[in-house]
């Protein structure tokens, strides 16, 4: 039976490539999406450990430093450094703007003190030094050097960051915490949050502390909802490819109806059909699996968002493809055992 369903799948073998295409291709969504998933909540952590802060201070009716718009006096950060366990603290902006590069793109734009706690470590060129200078992504596609404007101001890019994004891919841009209150708060003395390196026991009035992980939380919000309907329609795409393999299987059951008669007629147990139908549901998927490894690393550098398939989905592909193939070739076991062994008589 298994040298007859190897032969079975090379007599119809046009479309066992197709089936294989098509269920590759779904499974290269289903990682794409993943990737995708992934990535918003890897930039989120990477943004979150980017300020290398121990506490956040903010107001005490702020959700978060990245959703809020209640803001903190900056002079709380010199009377936060003089706290009993408080190595450094410095105030930093946390706000959205637009610039073009040359066309309109939406940034993360983050002011902080310079040297102080928060500031950009680069992974070219030289750290943030002085009002007038930048630190950037490399997502934003300005190069070292190159000078930008933000509501009339002229800023020069002196370093670039690698992966500091968050909010689905919106590359940060950082600048002194003056430049961003003149630039967007028309030069008040007012901040996201405040950056504790150390421990502070307790809050000042009227604000509170925030541990990285609440923090993190915080920017991960506003994208559950996305995130999760990520999650049902990669649901639904395994299903998908469970109806690609399964069509093609029973269609395969259909057109063997004479051959499964003939089997049975002749002392083949259905325990033997089963096992020659799931080898063929196998061999799809498994099949399906490796394309679907081919066309994400096509397809990947193609998105406009940062694709970063984790290493578990890749070990799941085969496993999880397998599966589907085993419950996609119910189509066609039972089309099999039903089958009449009276029919190999039939004229």
């Not at 290269?28 to 990477?46: H, K, M, T, V, Y």
């Not at 490399?138 to 370093?159: D, I, K, P, W």
């Not at 299903?239 to 063997?256: D, H, K």
């Given at each position: 039976?298994?040298?007859?369903?190897l032969?079975?799948?090379?007599w119809?073998?046009?479309?066992?490539?197709i089936?294989?295409?098509?269920?590759?291709?779904v499974?290269?969504?289903?990682?794409?999406?993943s990737?995708i998933?992934?990535?918003?909540?890897?930039?989120?952590?990477r943004?979150?450990?980017s300020?290398r802060?121990?506490?956040?201070?903010?107001?005490?009716q702020a959700?978060?430093p990245?959703?809020?718009s209640n803001?903190v006096?900056d002079s709380?950060?010199?009377?936060i450094?003089?706290?009993p366990?408080v190595t450094g603290?410095?105030p930093?902006?946390?706000?959205h703007a637009?610039?073009?590069?040359?066309?309109i793109?939406d940034?993360n734009?983050?002011g902080v003190v310079?040297?102080?706690?928060?500031?950009?470590?680069?992974?070219?060129?030289r750290a943030l030094?002085?009002?007038?200078q930048a630190v950037v992504?490399?997502s934003l596609?300005?190069?070292l050097n190159?000078?930008f404007?933000l509501?009339?101001v002229?800023?020069t890019?002196?370093?670039r960051?690698s992966?500091?994004?968050f909010?689905a891919g919106?590359?940060a841009v950082?600048i002194?915490?003056?430049?961003a209150q003149?630039?967007?708060?028309?030069?008040l003395s007012l901040s996201?949050?405040?950056?504790?390196k150390g421990?502070?026991?307790?809050?000042?009035?009227g604000?509170?502390?925030m541990?990285?992980a609440?923090?993190?939380?915080?920017?991960?919000r506003?994208?559950e909802?996305?995130t999760?309907t990520?999650?049902?329609?990669r649901?639904l795409?395994w299903?998908?490819a469970?109806?690609i393999?399964?069509?093609?299987l029973y269609l395969?059951?259909?057109?063997?109806?004479?051959?499964?008669?003939?089997?049975?007629?002749t002392?083949?147990s259905?325990?033997?059909?089963l096992?020659g139908i799931?080898l063929q549901a196998?061999?799809?998927?498994?099949?399906?699996a490796?394309a679907?490894?081919?066309l994400?690393?096509?397809?990947a550098p193609?998105?406009?968002?940062?694709?970063?398939?984790?290493t578990?989905?890749?070990?799941a592909?085969p496993?999880?493809?397998?599966?589907?193939g085993?419950?996609?070739?119910?189509f066609?076991?039972r089309?099999?055992?039903m089958v009449?062994?009276?029919?190999?008589?039939g004229?």
């Amino acid at each position: 039976m298994l040298f007859v369903s190897l032969r079975d799948l090379q007599w119809r073998l046009r479309r066992f490539i197709i089936g294989v295409a098509a269920t590759g291709l779904v499974f290269a969504i289903a990682l794409l999406i993943s990737g995708i998933d992934a990535s918003f909540q890897n930039e989120a952590e990477r943004a979150v450990e980017s300020f290398r802060a121990d506490q956040w201070l903010v107001s005490d009716q702020a959700e978060g430093p990245f959703t809020s718009s209640n803001l903190v006096q900056d002079s709380v950060a010199a009377a936060i450094r003089k706290e009993p366990g408080v190595t450094g603290a410095n105030p930093v902006s946390i706000l959205h703007a637009t610039m073009r590069v040359p066309s309109i793109v939406d940034i993360n734009l983050i002011g902080v003190v310079p040297g102080g706690v928060g500031a950009p470590v680069p992974s070219e060129g030289r750290a943030l030094g002085a009002n007038g200078q930048a630190v950037v992504d490399e997502s934003l596609g300005v190069g070292l050097n190159e000078t930008f404007r933000l509501a009339g101001v002229a800023f020069t890019v002196v370093g670039r960051t690698s992966g500091l994004r968050f909010n689905a891919g919106t590359p940060a841009v950082f600048i002194s915490v003056k430049d961003a209150q003149k630039v967007v708060l028309g030069g008040l003395s007012l901040s996201s949050a405040i950056l504790v390196k150390g421990s502070l026991a307790q809050a000042p009035k009227g604000l509170k502390i925030m541990s990285n992980a609440a923090v993190l939380s915080d920017l991960q919000r506003p994208l559950e909802k996305a995130t999760s309907t990520i999650s049902f329609l990669r649901i639904l795409l395994w299903v998908i490819a469970a109806g690609i393999i399964g069509s093609v299987l029973y269609l395969q059951a259909l057109e063997r109806t004479r051959d499964f008669a003939v089997f049975k007629a002749t002392g083949v147990s259905s325990r033997s059909l089963l096992i020659g139908i799931a080898l063929q549901a196998i061999i799809l998927a498994a099949l399906s699996a490796a394309a679907a490894l081919a066309l994400e690393a096509l397809l990947a550098p193609t998105m406009d968002l940062a694709v970063e398939v984790p290493t578990s989905a890749y070990i799941a592909l085969p496993i999880v493809a397998v599966a589907v193939g085993l419950i996609a070739s119910l189509f066609g076991l039972r089309r099999a055992v039903m089958v009449d062994p009276a029919l190999a008589f039939g004229g």
